[in-house]
């Protein structure tokens, strides 16, 4: 790729300039408190925000939090985030109680070399993520004001044609940033030439949702196991009795011709925990796939599932894996994405794991992060950087 980097952008120098961040910081935040329940991907782009402060840049940092319908919506703030960050960076954090208004020019404004601000929720705009492109644009122009450099740190983002992530870099020097730039080389290495055997853990829960992603790894890897919700499609497409298990009835003949195609690479569980309901302290009980029972659903995958999946990873020199094998959230059925993970630690393997409810289970099961290579921050990005699409915001750094 012809990029410019981080590094680039700090050998110019920007001391006494405004630099325009984009960053990923769409944490989850508590429903009743509104407190920061995993601050992973605040901490991901220290690195960058970091060096920038460190360089004397005056540093302006925007990012969405959730789904607000293009207006305000305080539960959607990004207040929390800019106290949080602050305590990360060691320095207040400057926040703009809107995007691109009066607060915003003012906080901007305002900026000693080496502070950094924060901006409100792009999407409290409904210019950020406007298929109009000259609405999108004309909101691109205001957030464009704001900066001498733009640096592109959000990969979580980078699949989105939204105005910070596409339209701005045409309108400042850009540059990508330590995140971005880390997680397209390690992408690269499971998309060029990977170490085999290259195993593959899918999960999560819907088949749908991974089609594009299977149909796209198939042909490269040597195994791939199927776990989570997505799995009882599979089985069903196998003639198997899936109780009230989440199943999508419409996929179940595409489930089947993929097991076809697929050479033996595709193994499903053996065994599943299944419940009375969808609930923690649901009555459950482990079964073997040919004996789940008409009126129960399944929960997780089973330990001699877990023990197969344990033995094809332990060969693997190449690990992805996206996507929880159960309800992780649920004690009762973490057991299985805990089995998992802790097997891809062990493997003498090169590991990835690819961001969403994957990265979120590795924090909240409390496992060494450190113990895989590679924690990405985009779920979807990652996804579809591996189905081999083009990602605009990547596209947009290196026109």
């Known amino acids: 790729m012809s990029i410019r980097t981080l590094d680039d952008l700090l050998a110019e120098g920007v001391s006494g300039r405004r630099v325009l961040v984009r960053a990923d910081l769409n944490v989850p935040l508590d429903k009743q408190t509104g407190d920061i329940t995993d601050d992973g991907r605040i901490r991901a782009v220290l690195p960058t925000l970091g060096a920038l402060v460190e360089a004397g840049a005056k540093v302006v940092v925007c990012s969405h939090l959730g789904r607000p319908k293009g207006a305000p919506d305080p539960q959607f703030s990004l207040r929390p985030v800019a106290g949080r960050l602050g305590e990360l960076l060691g320095a207040p954090v400057h926040f703009a109680t809107d995007t691109v208004g009066d607060s915003a020019r003012s906080t901007v404004a305002d900026l000693a070399d080496g502070q950094v601000a924060l901006l409100e929720n792009l999407r409290f705009n409904a210019g950020e993520t406007s298929k109009d492109e000259a609405e999108r644009g004309a909101f691109a122009d205001q957030l464009a004001a704001f900066g001498d450099a733009y640096v592109d740190d959000a990969f979580g983002a980078v699949h989105r044609k939204h105005a910070s992530v596409y339209d701005v870099p045409a309108r400042l020097p850009h540059v990508a940033g330590r995140l971005v730039l880390r997680e397209v080389e390690v992408l690269s290495k499971l998309t060029g030439n990977p170490e085999r055997p290259y195993v593959v853990v899918l999960g999560g829960s819907k088949v749908s949702d991974k089609l594009a992603v299977i149909e796209a790894l198939l042909p490269t890897v040597d ?34 011709n993929l097991l076809e195609r697929s050479g033996g690479k595709i193994m499903l569980p053996v065994d599943v925990v299944v419940a009375d309901a969808f609930a923690p302290d649901a009555a459950h009980d482990t079964v073997r796939v040919d004996g789940i029972p008409s009126h129960r659903l399944g929960l997780d995958v089973g330990p001699e599932t877990v023990a197969g999946f344990a ?29 998992i993970a802790e097997a891809i630690t062990k493997a003498d393997a090169f590991s990835v794991v690819g961001g969403g409810d994957s990265a979120a289970a590795v924090r909240a099961l409390r496992l060494d992060e450190t113990d895989f290579n590679h924690i990405s921050t985009g779920g979807g990005a990652s996804l579809e950087y591996l189905e081999g699409k083009t990602l605009p915001g990547i596209a947009a750094l290196e026109n």
Not at 231 to 250: N, W
Not at 314 to 335: D, L
Request: hydrophobic fraction near 45%; proline fraction near 3%.
């Open 223 to 256: 195994r791939l196991l199927i776990g989570g919700g997505m799995c009882f499609t599979f089985l069903k497409a196998q003639g198997l009795e899936v109780g009230t298990s989440l199943l999508e009835k419409d996929m179940v003949e595409t489930c089947r």
């Open 311 to 339: 033995a094809a990873l332990s060969q693997a020199k190449t690990i992805f894996w996206n996507g929880p094998m159960g309800v992780f959230e649920m004690p009762a059925f973490a057991a299985g994405t805990r089995g």
